[in-house]
């Protein structure tokens, strides 16, 4: 949050910074600052995340930047709630990638995010995220 508030100004809205940042290139190059987002909805927070993502622009499209891990708890009512209606469909039709697993699987959970960040473009922290894991 500091660094941005040096470079970008005020980081007192969270969600633009975050919003911002995903959809920022690296000053004076088509490079991304953000190559993958992984969102685990779980907390009144990350579902906050979830439909504040959501609603992409068609101009800049940042859908196929996510990875979106629902837990399997979630999937019986996914025909009829909004996060199922809502949310998953939105970025399915925007070529995210949303996987149902079980979160009591970490091993499971961790691959489809080291599959996913070794898809995108760039990893320049992921190499340091696989050295420490």
């Keep these: 949050r500091q660094l941005y508030e040096k470079i ?22 088509k490079e991304d600052i953000v190559d993958g987002i992984v969102i685990i909805p779980d907390s009144a927070g990350s579902f ?3 439909g504040m993502f ?4 068609i101009d800049n499209p940042l859908h196929e930047k996510f990875l979106i891990l629902f837990n399997k708890d979630f999937e ?3 025909t009829e709630n909004f ?8 970025y399915d039709n925007g070529n995210a990638r949303t996987r149902i697993l079980d979160y009591e699987e970490q091993e499971s ?6 599959g996913f960040l070794n898809l ?3 990893k320049k922290y ?7 894991k």
């Design 83 to 90: 996060i199922g209606l809502g949310a998953k469909t939105t």
């Design 76 to 78: 019986p009512n996914m």
């Design 48 to 50: 906050i995340e979830l």
């Design 54 to 57: 959501a609603i992409d622009d």
């Design 126 to 132: 992921w190499k340091k995220v696989k050295r420490a």
């Design 8 to 29: 970008f100004g005020s980081a007192n809205d969270l969600c633009n910074m975050e919003y911002h940042l995903a959809r920022e290139k690296i000053l004076g190059t």
């Design 109 to 114: 959970a961790w691959n489809e995010v080291a």
């Design 120 to 122: 995108r473009k760039g």
